[in-house]
């Protein structure tokens, strides 16, 4: 028996020793394998971030560099309406005024500086940041022997530090024709390097990347980050150049530098324009994180294997340890995905506000200007009026009513224009979705075309939604050009709203809605329609069928976040050949009935019964000559006795020389470093019984705070409006003194 156990013992040593040895090399093989798999698919994940990452840097930067090149020509054109139609020696003459016009046109634009105005013989003749303007010639510049050569379009120069500011810039130029075509001068301002350096900077963040914004023949306008110590950062430049000579754009090419390196690259044209914007990133910088992360996984991996070898004969209890450590690999990637998808909404958002800003910027400028204009229209509309009396004939009175309905018109234009530029949160509140689509109606007919017809099918007592009006403008703003983009050669978009019911099932992949009822707004077009592979795709951020240059893909994604956010939905709907349908679905808010905008007050029915208060003197300060000759000449005729002021330093000086003044009524926003709020505290200062309304283009905002110390009026304003506030001030400050 002994000699049996022995046998059996033998014949089960082998067996144990082999499984040992199986169970040895899997604890050595088996960790290091998971760690070569994990390695490899962060490769790939690092690869494709990358690949992706530079298209959207180079949609975003060109996308940027384009509104810079279009804003910047729209002031090149508004210098050159200061010279339109007038002779050299007349400009001369007015050289004042044009020095004015260009430093305005500067202050009101950031990115473009320094503006010049050449002469056909090369010598400066103005320049925004200097008065008077000193002799310099600049016949020997790129710029003006291009444009003196025939070149009509956009120019672009080379770096070069100014001859009289002392910085660094290079420039972008148009040139001057007379009346007959020919050449007849140069006008051009600077833009600085620093201002697409710092959008970059902006974009790039923590992870780096090389931007470039250059010619195409080599000519480096801006560049991040700037050379060091005479070393250029992006040693591949010549190379993407020779790629940007045969095409338009490109990405993802892969170019080696002198040092070994390799580079991932892309470039793209600015518009129509000889520039173009490239992003790079190199290899190493791509790898870095993903070897850091290789490194951790296969230390990581050896001790699994160390712990293994020591305490293989606990291979049960080992084996359960080694799955709370796959779990933690698992939590750590999702972590890390997560991450990334936070940064990505991050850089989404940024963008957003960028662009809004910019062209909330834009609008108020020209919203300011506008209602000036309207201003002093509605003002000699008025005076006409009362100029012609009862001696009008029929078709007078006909021609003034058409001129004051144009003029509220483009007042309500003006309104949509401000209302889409507001920046904000998304404010919830109660909405009434016919009112807003009717309201909006104007802005949307302009964006569409002539050669699109709008209809409207609006459903009556449509119950109040949940929604910021702002953004909901917005989504029908984007889905309206959608719709034109789509019908190139013209066609009709119907705007539905109804009562809709959205049940689980329809609303089956969306997590933000409950079922229930919604307000329905539909915008349907007649155009090409999709096939369903994009209609499948079509909410992708990024994602557009446009050509190169006509779109980035956000628009759709944006209305989708807008919808989601709100906790409503939206559907597509569109087969190729018979048109698209988008359904925007907003929830109900119950119980509540929709504010309603207080109704504009009417002018009266006999204006002859405002009159001024006798006596009274106001004192009128605008900077803008026709606005506040229309404004003194209607509150002479109103009775009052009028000073005028050109801006608030010249109204401050008839306050200080003692002037007798009732009432100050001042433009807000005004040249020379003194705004009219600033005038109106000064004032007050002075004279503490003194009366103030103040006027401005803008929105109550401009006053700095919800609750103004002074009373606002909104341009342009109506004329009983105006003499009913002046005579109500002047009457209460005279009962105050008696």
Known sequence: MSEGLTSSRHIYRPKAHWAMRVLLAASIMLPFGFASLFAWHDHRRANAEAEARIERMLAVAQEHALKVVETNALVLDSIAGLLQGVSWPEIRVDVARIHAGLLALEQRIEQLRLLHIVQPDGMLFAISAVWPTPAV?????????????????????????GRTSGVRAFTMSRAHLDARGQFN??????????????????MAGTTGGHFTLYRPDGVVLAQYPEAREGRDTFPVRAALLEYARSADQMAQIHLPDDAGEEWLAGYRRVGNEQLFVSYAVPRSTILA?????????????????????????????????????????????????????????AEDNLRQAQRL??????????????????????????????????????????????????????????ASLLAFARRQPLKREALDANALVSGFEPLLQRALGEQVTLRLKLAPQLPACQADSAQLEAALLNLAINARDAMPEGGEVEITTRTAWLSESDLANNDDAHSGPFAEIIIADTGLGMPAEVVNRAFEPFFTTKGPGQ??????????????????????????????????????MAGVVPAQAPPEPQPSASRSAVVAVASATVLVAEDDNQVREVAAEMLREAGFRVLAAADGRQ????????????????????????????????????RPDIGVILASGYAAQALGGDAPEFELLAKPYDRDVVVRKLSAIVRQARRGAA
């Open 185 to 202: 001068g140069v006008v051009l301002g600077s833009v600085l390097p620093s201002y697409f350096q710092q959008h970059w900077a902006t």
């Open 137 to 161: 010639d600049l016949s020997t510049r790129d710029y003006f022997q291009r444009h003196r050569q025939g070149l009509n379009g956009l120019y672009f120069g080379a770096p070069l530090i």
């Open 651 to 686: 109204a401050l000086a008839l306050l200080e020389r003692g002037e007798a003044v009732d009432v100050l009524f001042t433009d807000v926003v005004m040249p020379g470093g003194l705004s009219g709020v600033e005038l109106a505290r000064k004032a007050r200062a002075l």
């Open 289 to 345: 994180a993903w070897k850091r992360q290789a490194a951790v996984t296969f230390v990581l991996a050896g001790l699994v294997a160390l712990a293994l070898g020591l305490v293989l004969w606990l291979a049960w209890q080992r084996w359960a340890a080694e799955q709370v450590a796959l779990c933690r690999l698992a939590r750590t990637a999702e972590a890390l995905r997560d991450q990334i998808e936070k940064r990505e909404a």
């Open 551 to 588: 779109g980035t893909g956000l628009g759709l994604s944006q209305v989708f976040g807008f919808m989601r956010q709100l906790g409503g939905h939206v559907a597509i709907r569109s087969q190729p050949g018979r048109g698209t349908s988008v359904s925007l679905f907003l929830p109900l």
């Open 357 to 414: 800003e910019a062209v909330g910027r834009l609008t108020g400028g020209i919203a300011h200007d506008f209602n000036n204009l309207l201003t002093a229209i509605l003002g000699t509309v008025h005076l006409l009026e009362r100029h012609l009396g009862t001696g009008a004939d029929e078709r007078a009175r006909r021609l003034l009513a058409a001129a004051r309905d144009a003029v509220g018109r483009g007042a309500k234009l003006n």
